[in-house]
């Protein structure tokens, strides 16, 4: 039996009291989440991503549109009975239960015999690296502990779909990266389908299959996370993965798989993806993207502005053609950063630029 | 913020400076009600000009006030009650004597041998059936104590705490005089099965048998008629034929009062004409030959009365309370 | 030691320290004192016979039971309502969710014995309800325990409800969401994670309800019939009886199931909370099913109507001619207020108006020390400010009496007694708002005025006392409450020269003068809501300013 998600066209509509405010929170939605991957909803707080999730667990009810597991429709299954499991922010770890309760308290309710719930318990307890500690209140534990009991409480039901809601957005920041790689461990080893729900691009760069970018309620883009890094859809996916610098231009001429766009500070060839003559576009030039030479040397001229410091690595702003570009140069040993005011030559690859289609001038 | 506290520090010492200003106030505690009291008292203040601040208590509880504050006392005058009440306030040592110069003669039973206490009206114990009552339960009116006993009744008597009322210690000494003490006990002991509950003021059982709550008050008939029929509730009034008690109202002057003076020219006004009339508002007998009696009002002439003993009945007060208390159990 | 030089060196804080000690002493401590005193010293000498006396009669034993079992089914009454309205408008989205919540919280503005009044207007043998549906057919025997559980389940539900709200409110909904999750059905949910986490407010709910029944005076003088209570029996031993070792003894009796309901609340049910109430509260985002819903909808809207129904028959009786006899409707009661209750009227604000401010800062000041400071004693100021609230009106009216009726505290009879029995049995109202105030403003703030060279005083006023402004008013408001309804302890101190409006209209339905008490009642009513409202708007132009100055900084 297959546990792929799929969401068919959700929307959520948010009614105000008495009507007064209409907020669309998740606008015409479709995914499919394949069996046993784990799917990030990434996006900025607001974007809807959270609400999607609480509509794949049942907490919402969605305005139009239906929600399947597998090829069952579940959208008016109750949440109880949908078998999927959801690891909160907040963790949600009952209070007054014991980590052994707490981990077995969706076995209870199904109503396993004791001697293979205590077994299951226990053996879980020991994948999650907190055997011995069945008998502890969750507030005698540490952050990371529990939000493993909370993992540990979700997996133990076995369920079709495991939702994580910002689950490590509480913890300190060696621990996150830790953590993630943990969830990541298990995902994959117990291969169950996951939607993961997060605002950092770091945690769903590494944990994730693919990335959903989420925008006003709306999917953005989804891809694997090479994919949005490297060749995002759109101006605001492209500004929310990474740094880069964008460029306004115009496509003059498509050449074979090259178009000839013009900037301001001159013509370049870029891969054309697509796009035709007279199209409006924005250049993405990623600050590693690009070099620094001597003056006199590369592409173009220009003086830095500033310097970042950053110990492996420099920022620099380079301001060229009246405009300031970021650029990042891994820091080789014992050399002194530049200084405001140097003139130096910048050089990049044409080939590693991206085109993203620029609005309001079609 | 600060303008508010301004407001409130005036407010404040407007509050203390309020007692200063005006020196003839009279301080007194009554046993009438609030809404009789008003009747008098804005009166004397015309008549006067002394200003008057009283405190409307049940007469028991006058007395077990004015007990507590011996040491201390804060007022000059007692102003209404049974005589017996004042009597035993005579003996626990609360009174002064203060004798009115009358141009008439006030009957012996109706002052203090000793003036600790002069009385100024009369009334008698009565029954006060709700009409309504009586029609739906087909029985006739009490018109005898041991009628009081009777099954029909049961659960529809109200009468006062004899502790915290005047009036209900004036049946229960009445009861005394007239059967003897253990007799009286082992009635009321009986007539407990027939009522509904105590209260504390002996003139409440009057509206709650004119609202119908109980069937039957046991009272004054000066309450009877004011709160009862007067005020247009359906109460009809009986008294027992082998004869009832009564009062005689008292007024005491407090022992060691503050306003010794005003308290006398108080009892001078109670007694004159003037204030005797205005008692036809709530139909008491008044003493003054001179005054007026309201129309219906219950004279003495006009009940079988008892031989009623206020000194003894004053005397044996706390005793017979005890008593009360410890056999009835209330 | 080393604190106690430090608070040397600052005057201003060690003689508000000092001057707090000695008044608590003087105006909490010591009348207590006295009044257990006056249970166990006869003749200069230590005895027991007293309470022997007291306890040998099964007549004055029966009042403890009454007043214990009148308690405990008060205390689950109440606390069953309050967490159905609690429960209904936290979690289950019911429909009209504000207009139940005021509802909810209208009891505690009323005066006691409103609601006795409205029982004996609607059910009373010549009630609206007993005449009208029955025909007089069936006495529903309100006077007494029946009556009472009516009128003080009632009477003191709110403060289950504030409880169990604040409680609800503070649970994590992903712990509901999480059971909900892992397969638990609704009905599972509420029972294996709701309920548990509300059990100890459950538990704190009980016991401050036991605590107000025990207490709750107003109600029992009017609806007990012969179901005496321990409140009203101390009382008559005072007044009636001028019985002061037995009245003092029933005090003592009355003290001790109180002292320990509170102090189990205070100590131990307090400490096993689960959830922190932040006064934050988180949204509910998992409802119930409509069933549920549609149920405990129909149940708010039952009990709200009982409410509704009380208290618009004291609006109605208070127009009515002669209740029972001539319902004809008139204004006259109203005028009477103004005639014959004037004096009672002025006396009950101004006295209220003083004491009120005083017990504001006052409250602020002791919250102040308390939360921010260090000296010796502070458990004892803190646990004695509190004591006043557990303590039964009555017991603290005795006390009073005893105390203060020779010199050198002579104070019966004055404005000054009523004052500081007012302040002192409500400045725990205004400990606690500033309290709750001060938890949230960061020390670091007040610190970083004194780094600039303020001392505590200084601190205190310029930066403290800004900041807590709408708590304070609202300690203010709710004190201010408690003043223009307060009975219990008052009645004992009252004097010809300062007389209250309780007391009057408490005689009025002694007496039976039911209209004219529903005249008084809702005059009453009605100057508590003008000043809430007047303290309401004091309060917003604070904020309001307050956010102005942020925007302009």
Not at chain 3, 272 to 299: E, I, M, N, Q
Not at chain 3, 427 to 446: S, Y
Request: with cysteine; charged share 15%.
């Amino acid at each position: 039996m297959s546990n792929a998600v799929r969401l068919e066209n959700l929307r959520k509509v948010f009614e105000g009291r008495g009507g007064s405010s209409r907020v669309v929170a998740v606008d015409d939605v479709s995914l499919e989440v394949k069996d046993g991957s784990l799917v990030t909803l990434l996006g900025p707080s607001g974007c809807g991503k959270t609400t999607v999730l609480r509509m794949i667990a049942g907490f919402e009810a969605p305005t139009e549109g239906d929600v399947f597991i597998g090829d069952e429709r579940i959208t008016a299954l109750p949440a109880n009975k949908r078998r999927t499991s959801m690891v909160f922010q907040s963790y949600g770890l009952f209070p007054h239960m014991t980590v052994f309760n707490n981990i077995g308290y969706g076995l209870r309710i199904r109503k396993v015999p004791a001697p293979e719930l205590r077994a299951r318990v226990l053996s879980m307890l020991e994948l999650v690296g907190l055997a011995g500690t069945e008998a502890r209140l969750p507030s005698q534990l540490s952050g990371g502990q529990q939000q493993r009991v909370a993992l540990a409480r979700a997996l133990i039901t076995e369920p079709r779909v495991l939702l994580f809601d910002e689950p490590l957005s509480n913890l300190d920041a060696k621990l996150r990266v830790q953590m993630r790689l943990e969830i990541r461990r298990l995902q994959q080893r117990l291969q169950i389908t996951s939607v993961y729900v997060t605002h950092d691009q770091d945690e769903a760069m590494t944990l994730s299959d693919q990335i959903v970018i989420m925008h006003q309620g709306r999917i953005q883009q989804v891809g694997s996370p090479q994919e949005i890094y490297s060749r995002p859809r759109t101006l605001f996916v492209a500004d929310f993965i990474g740094k880069g610098n964008f460029l306004a231009g115009t496509v003059r001429a498509v050449d074979g798989d090259r178009a000839e766009v013009e900037i301001t500070q001159g013509r370049l060839r870029i891969p054309a993806g697509g796009f035709r003559p007279a199209d409006a576009v924005w250049v993405l030039l990623r600050p590693e993207a690009i070099g620094l030479a001597p003056a006199g040397v590369g592409r173009w001229q220009g003086r830095i502005a500033a310097a970042t410091y950053l110990g492996s690595e420099i920022f620099y702003e380079v301001a060229v053609g009246g405009q300031n570009l970021l650029v990042k140069v891994g820091h080789p040993q014992g050399a002194t950063p530049l200084e405001a005011g140097n003139p130096v030559g910048v050089v990049f690859d044409e080939g590693s630029l991206h085109l993203i289609p620029r609005e309001g001038t079609a | 913020m600060r303008h508010t506290l301004t407001v409130l520090a005036i407010v404040a010492a407007a509050a203390w400076a309020i007692p200063v200003q005006g020196a003839q106030v009279l301080h007194m505690y009554t046993a009438l009600d609030t809404a009789e009291t008003q009747l008098y008292i804005p009166e004397f203040e015309k008549d006067t000009g002394i200003k008057v601040e009283w405190v409307r208590l049940s007469s028991g509880e006058v007395l077990a006030r004015l007990r507590a504050e011996a040491k201390n006392p804060q007022v000059s005058v007692w102003y209404g009650g049974p005589s017996q009440d004042h009597i035993a306030g005579k003996k626990a040592g609360i009174s002064t004597p203060y004798k009115p110069p009358l141009d008439w003669t006030l009957p012996a039973n109706a002052h203090d041998v000793d003036w600790h206490w002069v009385g100024y009206y009369f009334g008698a114990i009565g029954f006060g059936s709700n009409a309504d009552f009586l029609k739906k339960a087909g029985v006739p009116a009490p018109t005898s104590w041991d009628d009081l006993l009777k099954p029909a009744y049961k659960g529809q008597i109200a009468i006062a705490f004899p502790y915290t009322s005047g009036t209900s210690y004036t049946v229960l000494a009445t009861l005394v005089q007239m059967m003897g003490e253990d007799k009286a006990f082992e009635y009321w002991k009986k007539l407990h099965a027939n009522i509904h509950h105590y209260d504390k003021s002996g003139s409440a059982p009057v509206t709650q048998a004119g609202l119908g709550e109980v069937g039957i008050a046991v009272s004054f008939s000066h309450d009877l008629i004011a709160k009862g029929s007067a005020k247009g509730y359906p109460i009809a009034m009986t008294f027992p034929r082998e004869g009832t008690g009564y009062e005689i109202g008292g007024i005491s002057l407090i022992k060691g009062g503050p306003e010794p003076e005003l308290a006398k020219k108080f009892v001078d006004w109670a007694l004159s004409v003037r204030a005797q009339n205005l008692m036809q508002q709530w139909f008491r007998i008044p003493l003054n030959p001179k005054a007026e009696v309201a129309k219906g009002a219950v004279r003495a002439d006009q009940v079988k009365l008892i031989n009623f003993d206020a000194v003894k009945a004053g005397d044996d007060r706390d005793r017979l309370i005890k008593r009360w208390r410890s056999e009835i159990g209330q | 030691m080393n604190e106690l030089r430090k608070i040397l060196r600052e005057p201003v804080l060690a003689a508000a320290i000092g001057v707090i000690a000695v008044s608590l002493f003087l105006f909490v401590i010591y009348p207590l004192f006295k009044v257990f005193q006056m249970s166990v010293v006869e003749d200069g000498r230590f005895t027991l016979h007293v309470y022997r006396d007291l306890l040998d009669k099964p007549f004055e034993r029966r009042p403890i039971y009454n007043s214990l079992i009148l308690g405990a089914l008060v205390a689950v009454a109440g606390t069953a309502v309050g967490y159905l309205f609690a429960f209904a408008i936290a979690r289950a989205d019911v429909p009209w969710k504000r207009f139940f919540r005021l509802i909810a919280t209208f009891p505690i503005i009323s005066p006691p014995f409103v609601l006795s009044l409205a029982a004996i207007l609607l059910l009373g043998r010549k009630g609206f309800i007993t005449r009208m549906l029955f025909q007089g057919q069936w006495d529903p025997h309100i006077y007494g325990l029946r009556g009472l559980v009516l009128v003080e389940t009632i009477a003191f539900f709110p403060t289950a409800f504030l409880i169990m709200l604040g409680i609800l409110q503070a649970i994590d909904p992903a712990l509901e969401e999480s059971s909900l999750n892992l397969g638990a059905t609704r009905w599972q949910v509420f029972r294996t994670v709701t309920l548990p986490l509300s059990v100890p407010g459950l538990a704190s709910s009980l016991l401050v309800l036991f605590v107000e029944s025990l207490a709750d005076f107003g109600n029992p003088i009017i609806l007990s019939g012969n179901f005496h209570v321990l409140s009203v029996q101390a009382y008559l031993h005072i007044t009636g009886m001028v019985d002061f070792g037995g009245g003092a003894a029933l005090a003592v009796i009355l003290l001790f199931p109180t002292l320990a309901a509170f102090l189990l609340q205070k100590y131990w049910v307090s400490r096993k909370s689960y959830v922190t109430v932040t006064g934050k509260p988180s949204p509910a985002r998992l409802s119930v099913d409509p069933f549920t819903r549609r149920l405990l909808f129909v149940l708010c809207l039952g009990v709200t109507g009982l409410i509704l129904l009380l208290y618009g028959t004291v609006i109605f009786g208070s127009f009515v001619t002669l209740w029972g006899a001539n319902y004809t409707l008139t204004i006259k009661h109203y005028a009477s207020v103004f005639h014959i209750g004037g004096r009672y009227l002025r006396d009950t604000l101004i006295l209220a108006s003083v004491a009120t401010p005083i017990t504001g800062i006052l409250g602020m000041v002791i919250a102040f020390l308390v939360v921010r400071k260090q000296f010796v004693g502070k458990g004892l100021m803190d646990l004695t400010s509190m004591l006043t609230f557990a303590v039964p009106g009555t017991v603290v009216g005795i006390g009073y009496i005893l105390a203060f009726n020779e010199r050198p505290l002579l104070l019966t009879g004055t404005a000054a007694i009523i004052v500081l029995l007012f302040i002192f049995r409500n400045v725990p109202v205004g400990i606690r708002a500033g309290v709750a105030a001060l938890q949230q403003i960061d020390p670091a703030i007040e610190e970083a005025a004194t780094n600039l060279g303020a001392g505590s005083a200084r601190t205190f006023v310029t930066i403290t006392l800004p900041l807590i402004t709408p708590a304070f008013f609202s300690g203010l408001a709710y004190g201010f409450v408690r003043c223009m309804t307060a009975i219990s302890a008052v009645i004992f101190v009252v004097s010809g020269r300062w007389n209250l409006i309780t007391i009057a209209i408490l005689g009025l339905v002694e007496n039976a003068d039911m209209s004219q008490a529903a005249a008084f009642s809702m005059v009453l009513i009605a100057i508590v809501l003008l000043v809430l409202g007047l303290i309401q708007v004091g309060v917003g132009r604070v904020a309001t300013s307050q956010m102005g100055y942020e925007a302009a900084g």
